[in-house]
């Protein structure tokens, strides 16, 4: 997916398209990510699905659960899903700067082969 070492950089045109998939890959998994935390509040607490959406949104950008689980699946769920959750903004924000690191990176690496080359 990424060029070699030994590749030019990737014109801006190619760049920019390339950050777009990774921003379309980041809502696919959010997608996912709310719909499965959708449907275990709504199955194990009760909650509607408007709810259900504010609850999942909550944990899954930070902010922490706002109410505190009633059931024990509910319980369970919640301890799960919270762990994912927090790796999911983690694994989120590394997805959508990884094609910048890799960019400067790269650009950083060619800058320096010029010298090697002429040794």
């Known amino acids: 997916m990424y060029e070699s070492r030994l590749e030019p950089l ?7 398209w390339r950050i777009l998939l990774h921003f379309l890959l980041v809502l696919l998994l959010l ?11 709504w199955r194990f ?22 109410t505190q689980p009633q059931s024990v699946s509910g319980q ?15 694994v989120m924000t590394g ?9 400067l990176l790269h650009a950083f690496h060619m800058s320096g082969t010029d010298s090697d080359i002429a040794d």
Not at 10 to 16: G, L, Q, T, V, Y
Not at 95 to 103: D, E, W
């Open 31 to 41: 997608a996912v990510s709310l719909l499965i935390g959708m449907l275990g509040y």
């Open 10 to 16: 990737i014109s801006r045109k190619a760049f920019i």
């Open 95 to 103: 997805i959508l700067l990884t094609p910048v690191a890799h960019r």
């Open 45 to 66: 607490e009760g909650h509607s699905w408007s709810a259900a959406f504010m609850h999942t949104s909550f944990l899954l950008f930070g902010f922490g659960h706002m």
């Open 76 to 90: 369970i769920f919640l301890g799960f899903y919270g762990f994912y959750a927090s790796l999911f903004f983690i």
